[in-house]
Structures are given as C-alpha cells and as structure tokens.
C-alpha cells in the first residue's frame, strides 16, 4: 500500500526543479560561450549560444563592455529561461561620472574623485529602473547611492569647476600610481618570503 501511495504522490507532484537561479556581471554586447559563462549556463541547461545570441541582441544599444548584471531563471521543462538585465551597479556608474577608473583604496582617508548632486540624482533615476529598487522612492535612492558614493572616497558637492577638477585628477593619476607600486612591492615581498 505505501509503495502504491508513494507512486501517486511522485505523480502528482512531478518533476521537482533543482535548478538554480544565476546572478552575474555581463559586459553589454559581449556574452560568449567560454568560461566563465558558458559553463554557468550549461549547468543550468540552458542553450548557451542561444543565450549569447539573445543577449548581446538586447544589448546592442549599449556601449559594449559596460558591466550588466543579470537574473537568468532556467525553466527545465521547457529547456528555456527567463532573463532580467538591470542598469550598471551604481559603483561603476558613480565612477563614470567622476571620470575614475579605480576607486579610494583607504574611503574616508582619501577623495577618488568628485561629483555633482546633479550626478547623483540622475544616477539615482537610472537606478530606479531596476525590479529591486521599484518600491524605493527618488530620495533614498539618492540617500543609498551617497553611502556607495562615500565607501568609493568620491565626494558630492554642488559645482564642480572644469579646470580644477582636471588639475584635480591629474595628481590622483600619481597618488594612484604610486598606491599601485607599493602594492605590487608588497606582492613581491610576499612571493620571496613564501617562496
């Protein structure tokens, strides 16, 4: 009786979906089948060039290599999936408009860069964009984005002077190179003594 019971609840409860969902980083325009998306995606079995195909298609628009991140839902039974493309983190994004490439390695000690509360609140209606961010009104979008800005040592202030600020990142290029080679100094040091 019981093998005969546990054949009608297998029946009635059907295949069970161990997939899982994926989140990841995708640069606009650039999904490829090789590691590390492709493997991701076939774990998942989900069509990989089919994929990249659909992607890069709905991100043609975008400047490719801007980082995307991603929610792909794989539907096992019909060997498809269900894709949501939000707008750039916000750190990239407050990065561009201070015109960086790198972040403060010490927020707080030092400033990385500048940007306007104009930057700010048109980063933060972009960001209003995404499903997760839906419920947020424009004001603690802005209040979140100064917190992300302030972990990234980039300053908010109400005008920026276009020759100042050129000066300005000029001597964060040197500040930036010589971080850079104390950093690699210490790597090296650290290889010859574990070495």
């Known amino acids: 009786m019981s093998k005969q019971v546990g054949r009608v609840l297998r029946k009635a ?5 161990h997939s ?26 989900i069509n990989i060039a089919a ?7 709905r991100t043609k628009d975008i ?7 991603c929610r792909i839902t794989p539907k096992a039974a019909e060997k498809s999936y269900e894709l949501v493309i939000h ?5 990239f994004l407050l990065k561009q408009a201070a015109g960086i490439q790198r972040a403060a390695m010490n927020p ?23 499903p997760p961010n839906a419920l947020l009104t424009l004001q603690q979008m802005c209040e979140m984005l100064v917190g992300v800005a302030r972990s990234c040592g980039i300053e908010i202030v109400d005008r920026l002077d276009p020759e100042e600020y050129h000066q300005f990142l000029e001597e964060r290029k040197i500040i930036v190179e010589n971080q850079r080679r104390e950093l690699q100094e210490a790597r090296d040091a650290k290889m010859l003594r574990t070495g």
């Open 51 to 57: 994929f990249c195909k659909d992607f890069n298609q």
């Open 63 to 69: 400047r490719e290599g801007i980082p995307l991140p």
């Open 20 to 45: 899982s969902k994926l989140n990841t980083n995708i640069p606009a325009g650039m999904a490829l089948a090789g590691p590390p998306l492709g493997p991701m995606l076939g774990q998942r079995g």
């Open 108 to 130: 707080g000690k030092e400033v990385s860069g500048r940007i306007t509360r104009k930057h700010l609140y048109e980063i933060a209606k972009i960001k209003l964009a995404d």
């Open 87 to 91: 707008s750039p983190p916000a750190t």
């Open 13 to 17: 409860v059907g295949k069970v979906d």
